[in-house]
């Protein structure tokens, strides 16, 4: 069974910087594509960042382009979110997911972490 656990998550300054990790076990990470989304309070569950089995293609939601990246490391099992820049829009629970096909849609991942919460104050 495939199992992700995040982790980095806190409480930031508006401007500062943190770096999520998702540790995937439970299968073969290089087969899956992966995507991170997150939750606000009060919020629908949104998009954030994808990237697939090898790392050739990634997608962002437009509100955080040039200021997340999104990396694997298949050698690690383990992929990121560095978030610079952060505003407090950024306050969510962060997830990320695992799936066959890459997409933006949450339908498309089979898998999910627990979350991490990230916060933002101004």
């Known amino acids: 069974q495939v199992q992700l656990v995040e982790s980095g998550g806190g409480l930031v300054q508006t401007g500062a910087s943190l770096r999520l990790s998702c540790a995937f076990s439970?299968?073969?990470?290089?087969?899956?594509?992966m995507g991170w989304f997150r939750q606000g309070p009060g919020k629908e569950r949104e998009f954030v960042a994808r990237?697939?089995?090898?790392?050739?293609?990634?997608d962002y939601l437009d509100s955080v382009k040039g200021r997340f990246t999104v990396s694997r490391d298949n050698a690690k099992n383990t992929v990121y979110l560095q978030m610079n820049s952060l505003k407090p829009e950024d306050t969510a629970v962060y997830y990320c997911?695992?799936?066959?096909?890459?997409?933006?849609?949450?339908?498309?991942?089979?898998?999910w972490g627990q979350g991490t919460q990230v916060s933002v104050s101004s």
């Open positions: 997911a695992a799936g066959i096909v890459t997409a933006r849609g949450p339908s498309s991942y089979d898998y």
């Open positions: 990237i697939n089995w090898s790392g050739g293609r990634i």
């Open positions: 439970g299968s073969t990470f290089s087969r899956y594509a």
